[in-house]
């Protein structure tokens, strides 16, 4: 299974994005979608899209996209908020969510900054894909897909666009 993972697209998602996700299977959306319930839709029908809410988000929303969501794909645990942090700084509540979910890949977004990081005392993968949209301080805008087969994930890639 593909996955692409995107964040921050504060209402916009750009062809040269589509084009990025066009082989994947999902997309999975680290909140501030932004446009009010447009843009969701916009990507939701573009691909399946597992989403969260996010600080800036419409709360009309939040009936579709949950402020965490906690699910499982190919044998791996999924855990995606907006406000997340990265080892050693996670916020307070991604820390609780974290620690009471245990899972093997926890995406967040909110930083606009791209990382991707393994966390040894979690034992996960942290995935902030960075900012898609072209609100915010970023210079570049990101995003990033991989494969999930039977509990691996491989095959990282990251996306890179001048704002």
Same mark, same amino acid.
């Given at each position: 299974m593909? !996955?692409?993972?995107l /964040? *921050?697209t =504060? ?14 299977d999902? +997309?999975? =959306? ?6 009010g319930?447009d843009t $969701?839709?916009?990507?939701a029908?573009?691909?399946? +899209? ?7 988000d *419409?709360? $009309?929303l939040?009936y579709?996209?949950?402020l ?5 794909r190919?044998?791996?645990?999924i855990?995606?908020t =907006? !406000?997340?942090?990265?080892p050693?700084k996670?916020? /307070? $509540?991604?820390?609780?969510?974290i620690h009471?979910c245990r899972? *093997?890949?926890?995406?967040c977004?909110?930083s606009?900054?791209?990382r ?10 942290v995935?902030?894909?960075?900012? $898609?949209?072209i609100?915010?301080? =970023?210079?570049?805008r990101?995003a990033v897909?991989f ?6 994930v491989?095959?990282?890639e +990251?996306?890179? +666009?001048?704002?």
């Amino acid at each position: 299974m593909k !996955i692409g993972v995107l /964040s *921050d697209t =504060h209402g916009e998602f750009s062809p040269q994005f589509r084009e990025f996700f066009q082989p994947c299977d999902e +997309l999975w =959306h680290a909140g501030d979608f932004g446009g009010g319930v447009d843009t $969701a839709r916009e990507i939701a029908e573009f691909k399946p +899209l597992v989403g969260v809410v996010g600080n800036c988000d *419409d709360r $009309a929303l939040i009936y579709d996209y949950p402020l965490y969501r906690f699910f499982e794909r190919e044998g791996k645990s999924i855990l995606i908020t =907006h !406000i997340g942090g990265f080892p050693g700084k996670y916020d /307070s $509540a991604a820390r609780r969510l974290i620690h009471s979910c245990r899972p *093997d890949i926890f995406v967040c977004g909110h930083s606009h900054i791209l990382r991707v990081m393994y966390d040894n005392y979690y034992n996960m993968l942290v995935i902030n894909p960075g900012a $898609a949209g072209i609100q915010g301080f =970023h210079t570049l805008r990101t995003a990033v897909r991989f494969d999930i087969d039977n509990g691996n994930v491989s095959n990282l890639e +990251l996306f890179k +666009l001048e704002r």
